[in-house]
Antibody, heavy 115, light 110 residues
Framework: QVQLVQSGAEVKKPGASVKLSCKAS????????MHWVRQAPGQGLEWMAV???????IYAQKFQGRVTVTTNTSASTLYMELNSLRSEDTAVYYC?????????WGQGTLVIVSS | QAGLTQPPSVSKDLRQTATLTCTGS????????AAWLQQHQGHPPKLLSH???NRPSGISERFSASRSGNTASLTITGLQPEDEADYYC???????????FGGGTKLTVL
């Protein structure tokens, strides 16, 4: 079955970077767009980026210049690196596959930014 | 950038019908249609429908979506305790080239 397995929780200091991974299985990875979405504690969903595994990424304006999304097609893995972390970046980060809309989601990765 | 507007909360009685709304613009909901997602506390979101009323396999027929102009709606019939959750609408915005989410509606089943 379709499955997205994300990397484990991270604790980072302000100003640091974090790189998250999302390994896909159960489908042909290059055939689907992939999204990153985050959710701060007690808050709603916030879209960050989408990538066509065989093309380039599109980033939300808010994260332009601070986020990089890449894929390793041979490993069926999606990555997201977020730089210059601040406390407001504390959130659960989700990857999701798109079929008309984000239809299959990873379990989420908690990132805590704290000094 | 402008987003999608949802009422923060809706409360309905068990076995009744709830209709959740999502208002966007001609660049998003009015153009591409909306998706609806359900999220229970501590869990990832689950897609209920996309492009207005395309339900993924396994989603109950009690969930149906529709659209009128720039407003999308999700109707949930025969409310069950497990329907108590946060519901988000979502759409691609062709003007901003961005995927938008509404602020979410917390549905309480009384």
């Amino acid at each position: 079955q379709v499955q997205l397995v994300q990397s484990g929780a991270e604790v980072k200091k302000p100003g640091a970077s974090v790189k998250l991974s999302c390994k896909a299985s159960g489908y042909t990875f290059p055939n689907y767009f992939m999204h990153w979405v985050r959710q701060a504690p007690g808050q709603g969903l916030e879209w960050m980026a989408v990538i066509n595994p065989s093309g380039g990424p599109i980033y939300a304006q808010k994260f332009q210049g601070r986020v990089t999304v890449t894929t390793n097609t041979s490993a069926s893995t999606l990555y997201m690196e977020l730089n210059s972390l601040r406390s407001e970046d504390t959130a659960v980060y989700y990857c999701a596959r798109e079929v008309g809309a984000p239809d299959c989601w990873g379990q989420g990765t908690l990132v805590i930014v704290s000094s | 950038q402008a987003g999608l507007t949802q009422p923060p909360s809706v409360s309905k009685d068990l076995r009744q019908t709830a209709t959740l709304t999502c208002t966007g613009s001609s660049n998003n909901v009015g153009n591409e249609g909306a998706a609806w997602l359900q999220q229970h506390q501590g869990h990832p979101p689950k897609l209920l429908s996309h492009r207005d009323n395309n339900r993924p396999s396994g989603i109950s027929e009690r969930f149906s979506a529709s659209r009128s102009g720039n407003t999308a709606s999700l109707t949930i019939t025969g409310l069950q305790p497990e329907d108590e959750a946060d519901y988000y609408c979502s759409a691609w915005d062709s003007s901003f080239s961005a995927w938008l989410f509404g602020g979410g509606t917390k549905l309480t089943v009384l």
